[in-house]
Every structure is written in C-alpha cells, then in structure tokens.
C-alpha cells in the first residue's frame, strides 16, 4: 500500500509504504528524507547534472562549465495506487527546461525519471541527477562492467570492490606515505602541503564507477542505499560542507584526453531524457 497524505508541517507532505515514508517539500517539489523502521535517511533531491566542456586552458585541459543550482518549482502533481506513487515535478534550473518524475514503491525502491530541456549546446561531461545525502555513510561497494577483464588487487576501476570512504591513515607533507595512492584524500603537488584530514573522501571512493550494476552505499547501523543499474549508470561520489553528493550519470566524457579513446565527443541537440533506481534499506548486515 502507498498513500500520499500532508503532515502538519504545511510545506510537507508524506508518501507511506509498507518500509517507511518518504517526505516531499510542496514548495520545491523534491524528496528531502526517507523515513524507514524508525530510522531516517536524509536525501535531497533530485538536482540537476550538466556539465560541459568550457574554453581551452591548455592543450590538455579545459574549463568547466557547470549548469543548474536555480530550481525553481512551475508544477507539482503526485498520484497514488495501491503499490507505487508518481510523483511529476516540472520546473526550470537556470536556463534549463527540466520535468521530473519519481516513482515510489511500497519496499522503498526509487525510481528517477528526467527529461531536460534548452540544454546549451556544448560538449556533454557529465549529464544526470544527483540527490545530497547526510555523511554517515562510511563504506562503498560497486559491481560494474568493467573495461577490461582484469584488474591489480584494490584497483578503483576494478569490476567489483569494496572500500572504506574515508582513510584510516593520513599522509603528511614530506613523510614517506603508508598506504596505497587509492587510499589518499589529495596530492600535495597539486592541492597544496597541508596534511590530510580524515573526513575527506579517498581517491577510491570518489572516483566515478561506470556502467554499474549496483553501487552500494553503507553506515556502520546497517542502514544502505543502493543503486541499481544495467551497465548503463555511472555513479560517484563527492563532499561539500559535511554531505555528500551522490552522481547518478546516464553521461559522462573524458572530453579533455585529446587522445582519442575514451573521448566521445558527445553534443547533444538541445534535449536529452533518461533514468535511475535506488532503493533504501535498514537493519542489520551481517558480515561475509
């Protein structure tokens, strides 16, 4: 059973399934907690992801031009069955044309659907949604279809893995490193000499795995978050301000290489639509 009810909160409203309630702002249209068993998830979202190649730096690297961070709500309309509640979300991101569409299921399964459109016209980097979830997940796993059919142990491009999201040393400035390059939060070269903090997310973790079949996010009291694919997701993960983002890329380029392979050079003519699952779960995981 799904129903859709407001909550004494005016701008709230609620959907209930048989594994929890998930809380919609009427204001903007988007999800902003999962409540599941008593416990709860905060996720917000979804937002909108494009990104494009911008003017040339040098030979090799390129400005980033990033879209979205306006939204601003047009309509929001949400209908119920017995099993699953569509919720349809039009509004505009800056100068984007976006229409979304949630679909809840009773065991807490998610389904994003997004149709953008008056997209510039520019070499596509990334393309997707992204929702923002709290920082107590701690740990990562993914199985994906890899590139190629072998991997070094602890690789991060590896078919199937499991990581921790944060390191559990830190490397300091001129002090011989104790851990492998995947397990460090940044380069000195490149970031600057302070040392690393033990907050910021490794190279591993956030490092984009593609062409997923499922990526599974998890904290230490059993609660995961799970995102479903069939080879046609990419997913990654970043931290800004104590969250983190979770990238659900239906498109991604490696536009920069100037080398040939891994560049799609893709430009898409003004309109572009696809979709992501997840699903939220809570309880006890038992170790394997």
């Not at 990334?126 to 997940?137: I, M, N, Q, S, T």
């Not at 040393?169 to 490193?177: A, D, I, V, W």
């Not at 800004?240 to 100037?258: F, P, S, V």
């Not at 430009?267 to 309880?283: C, I, P, V």
Request: glycine share 8%; charged share 25%; aromatic share 12%.
């Amino acid at each position: 059973m799904v129903r859709w009810t407001c909550t004494r909160r005016r701008i709230l409203g609620r959907i209930s399934t048989e594994r929890g309630d998930f809380l919609i702002n009427k204001e903007t249209g988007l999800l902003t907690s999962v409540l599941e068993e008593d416990n709860k998830f905060t996720v917000s979202g979804p937002h909108l992801v494009y990104k494009t190649k911008g003017k040339q730096l040098t030979y090799s690297s390129n400005e980033i031009n990033v879209y979205g961070g306006e939204w601003k709500l047009i309509k929001l309309d949400i209908e119920t069955t017995d099993g699953t509640a569509i919720i349809k979300i039009q509004g505009r991101d800056g100068v984007i044309g976006v229409n979304y569409q949630l679909e809840i299921y009773s065991d807490a399964t998610l389904t994003t659907s997004y149709s953008f459109q008056e997209l510039p016209r520019e070499n596509v980097r990334e393309l997707g949604v992204k929702y923002r979830l709290d920082g107590a997940y701690d740990r990562l796993s993914w199985h994906r279809q890899s590139y190629w059919s072998t991997y070094p142990d602890g690789h991060l491009s590896a078919a199937t893995g499991e990581t921790a999201l944060y390191p559990e040393k830190l490397n300091t400035y001129r002090e011989k490193p104790s851990k492998p390059w995947v397990m460090d939060t940044k380069s000195f070269y490149y970031n600057g000499i302070d040392g690393e903090q033990k907050d910021e997310l490794t190279h591993i973790a956030r490092s984009a795995k593609e062409a997923v079949y499922e990526y599974t996010l998890f904290q230490a009291n059993g609660k995961r978050l799970t995102v479903f694919g069939q080879g046609d997701i990419d997913c990654r993960l970043n931290k800004t301000g104590g969250q983190l983002e979770l990238y659900l890329d239906n498109l991604m380029d490696y536009i920069d290489l100037n080398w040939g392979n891994h560049q799609k050079n893709i430009m898409l003519d003004g309109a572009y639509q696809n979709r992501s699952t997840m699903k939220f779960e809570a309880g006890h995981i038992e170790k394997q």
